[in-house]
């Protein structure tokens, strides 16, 4: 399979709290890329994290990457009715310039 | 960040008509572009990688006659459904980067065939 895993595939939790979605991935990248999509609609861009950094943070949303593990997190913290959507990540690989997308997980924030 | 745009966001098309989406970078120059693929709930296949001037690159399983991909300038890739069926029916994204730098993506289409 050309995508990476996500876990959790889903997650329900109540406004306010914390959202933490995983992402693993095969190959060796360039960049990791975090992306939020509405129900039916475009992506939109949240972070960038280059292989040689370890954590980011940008607002409410934190991501750590672990390259020896070949893994990233994307924390939401005090998380908003608003940020139901669907989450991926995308790894740009090395050499071959491709973006591939992980399997996503769907967040559902509960007012 | 750069600006990809895609033409139409929407189409919907006769079963055996062929369909014509565009992805254009409006601020940059794309040495290489990128379509994508997505079923309802689902994530973003990678379909094929054009490099301007030169073939596609198709991804295994996906159909070249099917879906034609023309990358004839630094600004444009279209992609082109053929003989376009009620399963390919899908939402059609594309994404276009400079050199080694990040990609950046259209807004896509969603094609329904009837």
């Known amino acids: 399979s050309q995508q990476g895993e996500e876990d959790p595939q889903a997650l329900s939790i109540q406004e306010g709290e914390n959202a933490t979605m995983n992402c693993s991935y095969k190959?060796?990248?360039?960049?990791l890329q975090w992306y939020r999509q509405n129900s039916g609609r475009g992506l939109v861009h949240l972070i960038l994290i280059r292989s040689n950094e370890r954590e980011k943070h940008s607002g409410r949303l934190r991501v750590t990457l672990d390259t020896s593990k070949k893994s990233s997190s994307l924390l939401i913290t005090a998380s908003r009715a608003a940020d139901t959507a669907s989450y991926f990540c995308a790894t740009d690989q090395t050499g071959g310039f491709k973006t591939i997308f992980g399997a996503g997980t769907r967040l559902f924030v509960k007012a | 960040g750069a600006v990809v745009s895609q033409h139409p966001s929407r189409v919907i098309c006769k079963s055996g008509t062929s369909v014509k989406i565009e992805c254009r970078s409006l601020d940059f120059q794309a040495t290489t572009m990128f379509w994508y693929r997505q079923f309802p709930k689902k994530s973003l296949m990678l379909m094929a990688t054009?490099?301007?001037?030169?073939?596609?690159?198709?991804e295994q399983g996906v159909e070249k006659d099917k879906f034609l991909i023309n990358h004839a300038s630094l600004t444009l890739s279209t992609l082109t459904v053929t003989s376009a069926h009620p399963e390919d029916s899908s939402f059609y994204i594309c994404?276009?980067?400079?050199?080694?730098?990040?990609?950046?993506f259209g807004q896509g289409t969603r094609l329904t065939v009837v």
């Open positions: 190959t060796s990248i360039n960049n």
């Open positions: 054009s490099n301007e001037g030169s073939k596609a690159t198709y």
């Open positions: 994404s276009a980067r400079f050199s080694n730098t990040e990609a950046f």
